[in-house]
């Protein structure tokens, strides 16, 4: 695997070269125009705000200097443009496939829906990486997303290996934990509260950026890849898994090499549902009622190592909730009803047939066979 190595202009931060290019970019900050940039101490108001608009002003940087990276980089093949760098024409909505969305950042959708996004995009002659920036010194959640993004690249791109680039600053925990696939690089902590302070009180100006785009920086609706279909590829596994001639839910379809990369994208998949009246076998306390009588069942992935059925229920009163049962015991989460679940949720409500309804005794012998995967 080849490692890019991390210049020492990138390394130290040395906005020499690219930092008048960072007041091209747009932020909101009109709640940090009385922000004290010159007094910032724990307990500080605003300070949330202050480190989200440091960590945004972090990814600009670094992807201005991958800019002049991928420029001097023969291997680099390929470097996907965004933020002020991308065409005008560029600046559209699309229903799926890669695009830039509104925020000027690289994203796959599928149905309007944003399936993941990508703080950049690059190639090589043989591999296709992406690129995540952070300033946040617990790495954990960062490296959960990886799966995601690394999955649906393989989809998109099924004859390039798919490699990741994480940049993160000196100090941050969790390195050794990021998968083989990734390369890291270490920056100094980015200090610069004089740039801060000036890009919030400092309108955009047109000061153009200095940059030649030759043929390897590319549009992002201009890549050529596998067309992916969100919901279509949620039905295909609901359907196949129940299709097998004499099995109720076919787990050992679940166990190939595909559909493990789908739990990457998805983390559940959806193999049917059960009535309230045979849930409460399970629960026999459980009073919540679901409209039209269906508790959605899926295998979710829980983590690396571990899988379980979890089922959501949407309430006659349109609440979306996750369950999960663990010795006897319900746990409940609230879903947010903007967020991708609730709309898969009513995506699967309207293709699920009356034979695909499971009872509590598969559901109890599943169970018991997924919890032995390995």
Known sequence: MHHFKITDEIHNLNLDNIRENLFNYSYRTKNLKNFDFDNIAEGTPLLASYSSFKGEVYENIIFEFLLYYASNEPLITRFVLKGPHQSANNKFAVKSGMTIDKSDQIVYKSAYKDITEY?????????????????????????????????????????????????????????????????????????????LK???????????????????????????????????????ILLKSRSHSN???????????????????????????????????????????????????????????????????????????????????????????????????RFVSKILVEDQVLTPKTLFNLQKNIQKWK
């Open 247 to 345: 099995l109720v839910v076919d787990l050992n379809f679940f166990k190939s090499k595909k559909v493990q990369l789908y739990f990457d994208i998805f983390s559940k998949l959806y193999i049917g549902f059960i009535t309230i009246n045979d849930f409460k076998t399970l629960l026999p306390d459980f009073d919540k009622e679901a409209k039209d009588d269906r508790i959605f069942v899926t295998i979710e992935k829980i983590n690396r190592k571990s899988y379980d059925i979890v089922y959501y229920i949407k309430e006659k009163s349109g609440k979306l909730k996750r369950l999960s049962i663990s010795k006897n015991e319900l746990a409940t989460k609230d879903k947010d009803l903007e967020g991708f679940t609730n709309v898969e949720v």
């Open 198 to 236: 000036e890009l919030v009180h400092k309108k955009n100006h047109a000061s153009r950026i200095h940059a030649s785009y030759g043929k390897k920086f590319v549009e992002a609706k201009n890549l050529n890849y596998a067309k992916f279909g969100y919901f279509q590829t949620l039905e295909w």
């Open 119 to 195: 703080d950049a995009l690059f190639f090589t002659k043989d591999s296709v990486y992406f690129v995540e920036m952070s300033i946040t010194k617990k790495t954990a959640s960062l490296n959960k997303r990886l799966n995601k993004k690394h999955a649906l690249l393989k989809i998109l791109f099924p004859s390039l290996t798919v490699r990741a680039l994480v940049v993160l600053t000196k100090g941050s925990v969790g390195i050794s934990k990021f998968p083989e696939y990734s390369t890291i690089w270490l920056t100094k902590d980015f200090e610069d509260d004089m740039t």
